[in-house]
Nanobody, 125 residues
C-alpha cells in the first residue's frame, strides 16, 4: 500500500518561511507526478504546485515567486515557502500519481490517485 507522509508544517508569523516535506513509501512515482494541494476552512481544495520526473515544475499564480518545489529523489518532495501570508493558511496535502500527463497547473484533484493525510500551515498577521 502506497503512503504519502507529510511533515514540516506549523504556525509562523506572516512573512516567515516553512519547508514542507512529503515522503512516499515506495518509489512508485519515479516517472510520474508529485505535487501539493491546499484547503482552507470553508473552501475547496486547490492545486498549489507540481513536479514531474524530469524536474519540470508548475505553480499556481498566487504562489509564484514565494513557493519552490523540488524533488530530491524518486520518493521525496519538498515545498519551500517564503513570505507566508495569512491567506496561505490551510491544510496542505501531498499528492502523487504514476502518470505525468497532467502534471501542470491548474492541477485537478481527479488526476492524482494517492494522497497524504495533510498538514496544517498557519500564518498569523
Amino acid at each position: 500500500q502506497v503512503q504519502l507522509v507529510e511533515s514540516g508544517g506549523g504556525s509562523v508569523q506572516a512573512g516567515g518561511s516553512l519547508r514542507l516535506s512529503c515522503v512516499a513509501s515506495v518509489a512508485t512515482f519515479r516517472t510520474g507526478c508529485m505535487g501539493w494541494f491546499r484547503q482552507a476552512p470553508g473552501k475547496e481544495r486547490e492545486g498549489v504546485a507540481a513536479i514531474d520526473s524530469d524536474g519540470s515544475t508548475s505553480y499556481a499564480d498566487y504562489v509564484k515567486g514565494r513557493f519552490t518545489l523540488s524533488r530530491v529523489n524518486a520518493n521525496t518532495l519538498y515545498l519551500q515557502i517564503h513570505n507566508l501570508k495569512p491567506e496561505d493558511t490551510a491544510m496542505y496535502y501531498c499528492a502523487a500519481d504514476r502518470s505525468f500527463i497532467n502534471c501542470y497547473t491548474p492541477l485537478r484533484l481527479t488526476d492524482f490517485d494517492y494522497w497524504g493525510q495533510g498538514i496544517q500551515v498557519t500564518a498569523s498577521s
